[in-house]
Protein backbone atom coordinates (compact mmCIF):
# COMPACT_ATOMS: atom_id res chain seq x y z
CA UNK A 1 0.00 0.00 0.00
CA UNK A 2 1.02 3.57 -0.83
CA UNK A 3 0.00 6.30 1.48
CA UNK A 4 0.33 9.77 -0.75
CA UNK A 5 -1.06 13.44 0.46
CA UNK A 6 -3.57 14.75 -1.79
CA UNK A 7 -5.52 13.23 -4.75
CA UNK A 8 -3.41 15.08 -7.34
CA UNK A 9 -0.44 12.81 -6.08
CA UNK A 10 -2.66 10.18 -6.06
CA UNK A 11 -3.88 10.35 -9.85
CA UNK A 12 0.19 10.74 -10.68
CA UNK A 13 1.34 7.32 -8.25
CA UNK A 14 -1.56 5.68 -9.78
CA UNK A 15 -0.09 6.20 -13.47
CA UNK A 16 3.45 4.85 -12.15
CA UNK A 17 2.34 2.05 -9.74
CA UNK A 18 -1.05 0.84 -11.37
CA UNK A 19 -0.58 -2.45 -9.39
CA UNK A 20 -0.53 -0.98 -5.67
CA UNK A 21 -2.96 0.33 -4.01
CA UNK A 22 -2.66 3.99 -3.39
CA UNK A 23 -4.84 5.64 -0.40
CA UNK A 24 -4.86 9.50 -0.69
CA UNK A 25 -5.14 12.01 2.50
CA UNK A 26 -7.16 14.37 1.85
CA UNK A 27 -6.59 16.69 4.70
CA UNK A 28 -3.55 19.16 4.62
CA UNK A 29 -2.03 19.83 8.34
CA UNK A 30 -0.21 23.12 7.48
CA UNK A 31 -3.09 25.20 8.67
CA UNK A 32 -5.55 24.99 11.72
CA UNK A 33 -5.42 23.58 14.53
CA UNK A 34 -4.16 20.21 15.33
CA UNK A 35 -4.85 17.21 18.84
CA UNK A 36 -2.90 14.16 19.41
CA UNK A 37 -3.61 11.52 16.79
CA UNK A 38 -4.28 8.82 19.73
CA UNK A 39 -7.81 9.83 20.01
CA UNK A 40 -8.69 9.64 16.19
CA UNK A 41 -12.68 10.55 16.94
CA UNK A 42 -10.98 13.67 19.03
CA UNK A 43 -8.63 14.60 15.91
CA UNK A 44 -11.56 13.78 12.99
CA UNK A 45 -13.63 16.08 14.97
CA UNK A 46 -11.52 18.55 15.47
CA UNK A 47 -10.42 18.89 11.61
CA UNK A 48 -13.56 18.83 10.51
CA UNK A 49 -14.72 21.76 13.02
CA UNK A 50 -11.57 24.08 11.49
CA UNK A 51 -12.67 23.11 8.11
CA UNK A 52 -15.90 23.99 7.99
CA UNK A 53 -14.76 27.57 8.96
CA UNK A 54 -13.12 27.67 5.94
CA UNK A 55 -15.89 28.62 2.65
CA UNK A 56 -15.36 26.75 -0.27
CA UNK A 57 -16.60 27.52 -3.52
CA UNK A 58 -17.56 24.16 -4.72
CA UNK A 59 -20.24 24.68 -6.31
CA UNK A 60 -18.71 23.36 -9.74
CA UNK A 61 -18.59 19.81 -8.01
CA UNK A 62 -22.13 19.68 -6.29
CA UNK A 63 -22.70 19.39 -2.62
CA UNK A 64 -19.98 20.36 -0.22
CA UNK A 65 -18.48 16.47 0.72
CA UNK A 66 -18.51 15.35 4.43
CA UNK A 67 -15.00 15.66 5.66
CA UNK A 68 -12.64 13.00 5.70
CA UNK A 69 -8.97 12.42 6.78
CA UNK A 70 -8.93 9.97 3.86
CA UNK A 71 -10.21 9.78 0.35
CA UNK A 72 -13.93 9.31 0.78
CA UNK A 73 -14.33 6.74 -1.83
CA UNK A 74 -12.32 4.45 0.53
CA UNK A 75 -13.97 2.16 2.98
CA UNK A 76 -12.64 3.04 6.51
CA UNK A 77 -8.62 3.24 7.16
CA UNK A 78 -8.77 0.73 9.32
CA UNK A 79 -10.51 -1.97 7.45
CA UNK A 80 -7.97 -1.41 4.73
CA UNK A 81 -4.99 -1.48 6.54
CA UNK A 82 -5.50 -5.23 7.96
CA UNK A 83 -3.39 -7.81 6.18
CA UNK A 84 -1.29 -5.48 4.59
CA UNK A 85 2.53 -6.24 4.95
CA UNK A 86 4.38 -3.38 3.57
CA UNK A 87 3.72 0.17 4.10
CA UNK A 88 5.14 3.27 2.17
CA UNK A 89 4.61 6.63 2.42
CA UNK A 90 5.65 8.86 -0.76
CA UNK A 91 6.82 12.72 0.10
CA UNK A 92 8.26 15.10 -2.39
CA UNK A 93 10.05 18.52 -0.94
CA UNK A 94 6.89 20.29 0.74
CA UNK A 95 5.83 21.73 3.83
CA UNK A 96 2.51 19.86 3.27
CA UNK A 97 3.80 16.38 2.40
CA UNK A 98 6.46 16.64 5.23
CA UNK A 99 3.78 17.26 8.12
CA UNK A 100 1.48 14.22 6.00
CA UNK A 101 4.82 12.17 6.49
CA UNK A 102 4.41 12.42 10.54
CA UNK A 103 0.83 12.53 10.48
CA UNK A 104 0.81 8.82 8.47
CA UNK A 105 3.96 7.33 10.71
CA UNK A 106 2.04 7.79 13.59
CA UNK A 107 -1.42 7.05 12.57
CA UNK A 108 -0.31 3.90 10.94
CA UNK A 109 1.45 2.95 14.08
CA UNK A 110 -1.46 3.58 16.61
CA UNK A 111 -3.45 1.63 14.49
CA UNK A 112 -1.28 -1.70 15.45
CA UNK A 113 0.81 -1.75 12.19
CA UNK A 114 4.58 -2.49 13.08
CA UNK A 115 6.71 0.28 12.15
CA UNK A 116 9.25 -2.48 10.20
CA UNK A 117 6.58 -2.36 7.93
CA UNK A 118 6.65 1.15 7.11
CA UNK A 119 8.73 2.81 4.55
CA UNK A 120 9.34 6.43 4.04
CA UNK A 121 10.30 7.27 0.30
CA UNK A 122 11.24 11.17 -0.65
CA UNK A 123 11.43 12.20 -3.74
CA UNK A 124 13.61 15.46 -3.85
CA UNK A 125 12.89 18.69 -5.51
CA UNK A 126 15.35 21.33 -5.20
CA UNK A 127 12.56 23.89 -5.98
CA UNK A 128 10.62 22.23 -2.75
CA UNK A 129 8.12 20.96 -4.99
CA UNK A 130 5.14 18.01 -3.33
CA UNK A 131 4.86 15.31 -4.95
CA UNK A 132 1.65 16.34 -6.67
CA UNK A 133 3.18 18.46 -8.88
CA UNK A 134 5.96 15.97 -9.79
CA UNK A 135 5.68 14.76 -13.45
CA UNK A 136 5.96 10.74 -14.03
CA UNK A 137 9.57 10.24 -14.77
CA UNK A 138 10.81 12.16 -11.64
CA UNK A 139 8.14 9.59 -9.53
CA UNK A 140 9.41 6.37 -11.61
CA UNK A 141 12.69 7.24 -10.22
CA UNK A 142 13.56 5.69 -6.97
CA UNK A 143 13.29 7.82 -4.70
CA UNK A 144 15.30 8.06 -1.23
CA UNK A 145 14.12 4.94 0.90
CA UNK A 146 14.03 5.34 4.72
CA UNK A 147 12.94 2.58 7.15
CA UNK A 148 10.78 3.57 10.56
CA UNK A 149 11.47 2.14 13.57
CA UNK A 150 10.63 2.34 17.36
CA UNK A 151 13.04 4.98 18.13
CA UNK A 152 11.93 7.12 14.59
CA UNK A 153 8.08 6.74 15.75
CA UNK A 154 8.87 7.89 19.40
CA UNK A 155 10.91 11.03 18.15
CA UNK A 156 7.97 12.22 15.82
CA UNK A 157 5.60 11.65 18.81
CA UNK A 158 7.64 14.03 20.02
CA UNK A 159 7.51 16.49 16.72
CA UNK A 160 3.67 15.82 16.85
CA UNK A 161 3.06 17.05 20.27
CA UNK A 162 5.25 20.84 19.13
CA UNK A 163 3.30 20.55 15.70
CA UNK A 164 -0.06 20.44 18.32
CA UNK A 165 1.42 23.03 20.62
CA UNK A 166 1.83 25.76 17.75
CA UNK A 167 -1.37 25.73 16.18
CA UNK A 168 -2.72 25.85 19.45
CA UNK A 169 -0.82 28.80 20.16
CA UNK A 170 0.19 27.28 23.72
CA UNK A 171 4.02 26.35 25.04
CA UNK A 172 5.55 23.53 23.22
CA UNK A 173 7.73 20.90 24.69
CA UNK A 174 11.22 20.44 24.00
CA UNK A 175 12.27 19.99 20.35
CA UNK A 176 14.06 16.79 19.85
CA UNK A 177 16.77 16.72 16.82
CA UNK A 178 14.97 17.49 13.59
CA UNK A 179 15.86 17.01 9.52
CA UNK A 180 16.33 20.28 7.22
CA UNK A 181 12.14 19.64 5.69
CA UNK A 182 10.97 18.90 9.69
CA UNK A 183 12.62 22.40 10.77
CA UNK A 184 11.30 24.23 8.08
CA UNK A 185 7.67 22.91 8.66
CA UNK A 186 8.49 23.92 12.26
CA UNK A 187 9.42 27.59 11.22
CA UNK A 188 5.99 28.10 9.41
CA UNK A 189 3.70 26.49 11.58
CA UNK A 190 4.90 28.40 14.63
CA UNK A 191 4.40 31.74 12.39
CA UNK A 192 0.81 30.91 11.55
CA UNK A 193 0.49 32.54 15.08
CA UNK A 194 0.85 36.29 15.62
CA UNK A 195 4.07 37.66 15.72
CA UNK A 196 4.67 39.42 19.51
CA UNK A 197 6.26 42.39 17.74
CA UNK A 198 3.65 43.26 14.76
CA UNK A 199 0.73 40.95 15.73
CA UNK A 200 0.82 39.37 12.66
CA UNK A 201 0.37 35.51 11.25
CA UNK A 202 2.74 34.78 8.47
CA UNK A 203 -0.32 34.52 6.04
CA UNK A 204 -1.50 37.91 6.85
CA UNK A 205 1.55 39.14 6.42
CA UNK A 206 1.76 37.29 3.02
CA UNK A 207 -1.53 39.35 2.10
CA UNK A 208 -0.35 42.59 3.22
CA UNK A 209 3.55 42.46 1.90
CA UNK A 210 2.67 42.20 -1.92
CA UNK A 211 -1.08 44.06 -1.75
CA UNK A 212 -1.94 46.48 -4.28
CA UNK A 213 -2.78 50.05 -3.16
CA UNK A 214 -5.92 50.05 -5.76
CA UNK A 215 -8.74 48.59 -5.50
CA UNK A 216 -9.18 44.90 -7.16
CA UNK A 217 -10.59 41.61 -6.99
CA UNK A 218 -10.22 39.37 -3.92
CA UNK A 219 -8.72 36.65 -6.21
CA UNK A 220 -5.97 38.97 -7.08
CA UNK A 221 -4.66 39.49 -3.73
CA UNK A 222 -4.71 35.96 -2.76
CA UNK A 223 -2.92 35.01 -5.92
CA UNK A 224 -0.41 37.39 -6.15
CA UNK A 225 0.16 36.47 -1.94
CA UNK A 226 0.79 32.86 -3.39
CA UNK A 227 2.58 33.59 -5.91
CA UNK A 228 5.07 36.34 -4.63
CA UNK A 229 4.70 36.34 -0.80
CA UNK A 230 4.66 33.09 0.57
CA UNK A 231 7.48 31.35 1.93
CA UNK A 232 9.11 28.64 -0.35
CA UNK A 233 7.39 24.99 -0.03
CA UNK A 234 4.47 26.91 2.14
CA UNK A 235 1.57 25.20 0.41
CA UNK A 236 -1.31 27.22 2.76
CA UNK A 237 -4.59 27.07 -0.07
CA UNK A 238 -6.54 29.71 -1.89
CA UNK A 239 -9.43 29.08 0.63
CA UNK A 240 -7.24 29.92 4.00
CA UNK A 241 -5.86 33.14 2.36
CA UNK A 242 -9.61 34.17 1.45
CA UNK A 243 -10.78 33.81 4.96
CA UNK A 244 -8.00 35.74 6.46
CA UNK A 245 -8.35 38.35 4.02
CA UNK A 246 -12.24 38.61 5.29
CA UNK A 247 -10.89 38.41 8.63
CA UNK A 248 -8.83 41.27 8.21
CA UNK A 249 -11.71 43.15 7.04
CA UNK A 250 -13.93 42.99 9.89
CA UNK A 251 -14.44 45.80 12.70
CA UNK A 252 -13.64 43.21 14.95
CA UNK A 253 -9.77 42.89 14.72
CA UNK A 254 -10.11 46.49 15.70
CA UNK A 255 -8.73 49.03 13.32
CA UNK A 256 -9.59 46.80 9.92
CA UNK A 257 -6.85 46.65 7.61
CA UNK A 258 -8.86 45.78 3.98
CA UNK A 259 -11.94 47.23 2.94
CA UNK A 260 -14.43 44.53 1.48
CA UNK A 261 -16.64 45.14 -1.26
CA UNK A 262 -19.22 42.47 -2.93
CA UNK A 263 -20.61 39.35 -1.83
CA UNK A 264 -18.04 37.96 0.74
CA UNK A 265 -18.46 34.51 -0.63
CA UNK A 266 -16.63 34.02 -3.45
CA UNK A 267 -13.31 35.68 -4.12
CA UNK A 268 -13.70 36.10 -7.69
CA UNK A 269 -17.20 38.33 -6.97
CA UNK A 270 -15.38 40.24 -4.01
CA UNK A 271 -13.20 43.07 -4.55
CA UNK A 272 -10.43 44.54 -1.66
CA UNK A 273 -8.82 47.31 -1.02
CA UNK A 274 -6.34 47.84 1.52
CA UNK A 275 -7.27 51.00 4.32
CA UNK A 276 -5.05 53.59 5.66
CA UNK A 277 -4.31 51.69 8.25
CA UNK A 278 -2.93 48.75 6.16
CA UNK A 279 -0.96 50.63 4.12
CA UNK A 280 0.78 51.96 6.94
CA UNK A 281 1.11 48.44 8.20
CA UNK A 282 2.51 47.59 4.94
CA UNK A 283 5.16 50.33 4.42
CA UNK A 284 6.46 48.79 7.76
CA UNK A 285 7.09 45.62 6.09
CA UNK A 286 8.25 46.58 3.07
Not at 44 to 61: K, V
Not at 116 to 126: D, G, I, P
Not at 187 to 192: D, M, N, S, V
Request: negative net charge; aromatic residues 10%; hydrophobic residues 40%.
Amino acid sequence: MILVSGRSAGGMVRRVKPSFEIVCCVDSFVTGPLCEISDFDRFTDTRRAYWQTIPMDLSWFGPKPEFSIWDAILPPMTQRIRGVDRFEIWVGSDVQDTTFSIFAILYLADNGVDPSQVFLRHFHSENGHGLGVLNEEELRSAGRVQSVDVEEVDRLKTVWAVMCAFTQGRDAPPVPALGALEAKMLGILKRRWPNPESGLTNIQRYLLEVAPTERKKAAYFVGHAMGCAMDHGDVVGDAVLFEELKKMAHPDVGEPLFEIFGSGHYMRRTEAVLTPAGRAIQAQLV
